[in-house]
């Protein structure tokens, strides 16, 4: 089985206005609303692709419902900790005029000693088929090692786990060795310093860390497109122009093809294939909305994967 874990979901809420101006009111055009969070938008993507998949983490009580009510409707199984407080809703805004995306995500709840013991238990029934994605923020009172612990768990049991974070809880978690990280840019330059511009020095740090002991490291670079890194390749995936509607849950759409090309034991070459598709599909869908397979199936044939 795979299991997506999000310790902090969100409802995503996109709003579109032609231009937003700081210190004045500002008018909404249109909004829309999505459940999501990074593995919940995993497990979504994971569905499309016909993988069923477990979704664990922490929801707030106060609003529950609506997340266990999309996920039901689209048959996506969950058990989630409940936790007091209410689960997210971060900020997407679109401004027309200039196309410019910007994201503000909210901090979300406050998550005791208790609740992460629960979390960890549920974590240590796992088994050595199953595959983990491990994404996103860590809410307040998770310490930010909690990924580094859970991939030590998992390790222990042979479980491949896809960590895909940002800031300390990245830092921390690679140094628990999981299987595969899928940092976009920003993330990679969080942790090293190294020159975004050239290729070279991107497969550089890709390697370093390969040679750390992650067994694949898949770096996205927005439209630049992506790089795959593993112990014997390096591929490029390139770029597609596209009519760009949402950025928001592309990543996340590239980590499920991740664990869905882990657990129908695909090539490097064909999941990268798969992980740029599902990406590029999620930026010409809005918000962060279930993709379309046939879309997904279409775009496929578009990509081109050099070896490095
Ligand atoms: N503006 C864009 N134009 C075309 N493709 C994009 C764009 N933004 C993202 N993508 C696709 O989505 C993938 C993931 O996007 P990226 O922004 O790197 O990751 P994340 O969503 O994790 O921040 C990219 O590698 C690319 O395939
Ligand atoms: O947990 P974080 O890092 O705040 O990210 C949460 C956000 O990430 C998303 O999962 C989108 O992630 P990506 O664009 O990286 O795929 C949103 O649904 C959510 O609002």
Redesign the pocket.
């Known amino acids: 089985m795979i299991y997506t874990i999000t310790l902090?979901p969100?409802i995503?809420k996109t709003i579109f206005l032609d231009s937003l101006k700081k210190g004045e009111v500002n008018r909404i055009k249109k909004s829309i609303k999505?459940v999501?969070?990074?593995g919940?938008?995993v497990s979504k993507v994971l569905k499309v692709l016909g993988k069923e998949s477990i979704v664990l983490g922490f929801l707030g009580r106060d609003n529950k419902k609506c997340f266990i009510d999309f996920l039901e409707d689209v048959k996506i199984e969950h058990d989630f900790i409940i936790v007091d407080g209410e689960s997210r809703t971060?900020l997407?805004i679109i401004e027309l005029d200039c196309d410019i995306h910007t994201?503000i995500?909210d901090i979300g709840f406050s998550v005791g000693e208790e609740s992460v013991n629960l979390l960890l238990n549920r974590i240590s029934s796992l088994n050595e088929d199953d595959v983990v994605v491990l994404?996103?923020?860590i809410p307040s009172g998770v310490s930010n090692d909690i990924y580094k612990n859970i991939i030590e768990i998992l390790n222990n049991k042979n479980v491949k786990v896809i960590l895909?974070a940002?800031g300390k809880a990245l830092i921390e978690g690679i140094k628990a060795k999981p299987y595969m990280i899928k940092p976009?840019i920003y993330e990679l330059k969080n942790i090293i310093n190294f020159d975004e511009n050239n290729m070279d020095s991107i497969i550089e740090v890709g390697k370093k860390l390969v040679n750390q002991g992650i067994e694949k490291v898949l770096v996205s670079m927005g439209e630049k497109g992506s790089l795959y890194i593993t112990k014997n390749d390096v591929f490029y995936s390139n770029p597609l122009k596209l009519e760009v509607k949402s950025?928001?849950?592309?990543?996340?759409?590239m980590?499920a093809a991740l664990a869905y090309g882990i657990k129908e034991k695909l090539l490097d070459q064909e999941i990268l294939r798969l992980a740029s598709a599902c990406a590029f599909c999620?930026v010409i869908t809005e918000g962060?909305k279930m993709l379309n397979k046939t879309t997904i199936e279409t775009i496929k044939q578009q990509i081109t994967i050099n070896r490095r």
């Open positions: 902090n969100a995503d999505d999501g969070g990074k919940i938008n971060n997407k994201d995500n994404s996103g923020s895909d940002d976009n950025t928001v849950g592309a990543g996340d759409a980590v999620a962060s």
